[in-house]
């Protein structure tokens, strides 16, 4: 969506749970939607997203394609966040039937006082709780988050005044937008 920046550049790597799969996590951020990501190994497969400084995300992405990988499809998926892998705390669950594009999972409050707050995190994580047909491994193409676009005064920590007339403007405000997908 418009209001979206993507968090891809923030992350410091994206580590996989299983030995062969850390070396094939690299398809999960190079475009390519024919090249996949596959587990290795027993279930929860895990994919964990960290960053150098706590970030604000606003939804996680990920592109599936039954068509293609039918029992390596995800189909029970958590997205889990925290400070570390130690303090995770389940965000959201879903099932996904037969996924074939991007699936999307809002992570901004719906209730509570945390209601239209984007999810703030230093580590998010993916699991994959099962697949589609009881399939062991799991394939997963693309994965992208994004968090809200922040306006470049913002951005810096402050906000411009100009005494002259000439210059005169009201502050910037958070409806700057544009988009972008994980890379």
């Known amino acids: 969506s418009s209001g979206e920046v993507s968090r891809a550049r923030e992350a410091r790597g994206v580590v996989c749970d299983e030995r062969k799969a850390r070396e094939r996590s690299g398809a999960l951020r190079d475009d390519n939607l024919d090249t996949y990501w ?25 592109y ?18 925290g400070n570390s892998f130690h303090d995770l705390r389940e965000i959201t669950t879903m099932e996904l039937e037969e996924p074939v594009g991007w699936v999307r999972f809002s992570l901004v409050g719906k209730e509570g006082s945390n ?34 676009r922040q306006s470049p005064m ?30």
């Open 154 to 183: 913002r951005a810096l920590g402050h906000l411009m005044s100009f005494e002259n007339v000439e210059f005169t403007s009201s502050p910037p405000s958070d409806d700057t937008t544009s988009s972008s997908r994980m890379s």
């Open 38 to 62: 596959q587990s290795d190994g027993a279930q929860p497969h895990l994919v964990n997203i960290q960053f150098q400084k706590k970030v604000r995300i606003q939804e996680l992405a990920l």
């Open 115 to 148: 209601a239209g707050e984007c999810l703030r995190a230093y580590f998010v994580q993916l699991a994959v709780l099962s697949n589609h047909q009881n399939g062991r491994d799991t394939h997963i193409r693309q994965i992208a988050i994004y968090g809200p």
């Open 64 to 81: 599936a394609d039954y068509k293609l990988d039918e029992s390596y499809t995800p189909h029970k998926v958590s997205i889990r966040a």
